[in-house]
């Protein structure tokens, strides 16, 4: 349910705001759905589902717009879809989650989601374990990238930049696009001279 609702959001969103029904992103957002439900899927009401991926596609197709603002190349949109709607499912956990299925789960004196009267302090639970994930990752990823840096294996030549790494390291187009163009080319070659 997570994913259609999210799936289904971000399509409206998208032909709302492009004026084009983009099935990559349509895509994207079914994964930012399911990524958004994963924390809590045990626990919670089907209608929370569809809530919990209706804001977890609306906070990918945010995320993706800051990341082109500033610039950031993520081609593949994992932050929007595994940090953002990522984040907001560690939050709905304590938005969401019944009592009762925790208990059933084997959980004894649960917090629960204070949208069912548990209060906010499983929200707050939630809240912090984020912020130490965030902390934990940006400091691992950090003296990683800095390691690469100091080694000079961060980033890859400017010639292999500009002509890019599926050409210049796998030896091929990536997208069928390229590849009609490459086709085309090649014939008017062969034809033409």
């Known amino acids: ?31 930012a759905g399911l990524v958004a439900v994963t924390a809590s899927c045990a626990w919670i009401e089907p209608w929370s589902a569809i809530i919990i991926g209706a804001i977890g596609a609306a906070l990918y197709l945010g995320a993706a717009w800051l990341l082109l603002k500033l610039k ?14 990522g984040f907001w499912g560690i939050l709905a956990v304590g938005v969401f ?28 639970i939630q809240i912090a374990c984020g ?28 010639e292999d930049e500009l ?3 599926d050409i210049s390291k796998h030896g091929g187009p990536a997208y069928p696009e390229d590849t009609l163009e490459m086709a085309e080319e090649r014939a008017q070659k062969e034809l033409y001279g």
């Open 97 to 124: 989650n019944r009592e009762e299925y925790l208990i059933e789960s084997g959980y004894g004196r649960p917090d629960w989601g204070f949208v069912f009267g548990g209060g906010g302090k499983q929200l707050g």
């Open 163 to 165: 002509l890019g790494n």
């Open 1 to 31: 349910l997570s994913s259609a609702a999210a799936a289904i959001t971000t399509l409206l969103i998208v032909k709302c705001r492009d004026h084009i029904f983009d099935l990559i992103s349509c895509l994207n957002g079914a994964l």
């Open 72 to 85: 950031i190349d993520d081609p593949l949109e994992a932050f929007p879809i595994h940090g953002a709607a």
């Open 131 to 158: 912020l130490a994930l965030i902390l934990w990752v940006c400091s691992t990823i950090g003296l990683f990238f800095l390691a690469f840096k100091m080694l000079g294996l961060l980033r890859i030549p400017t």
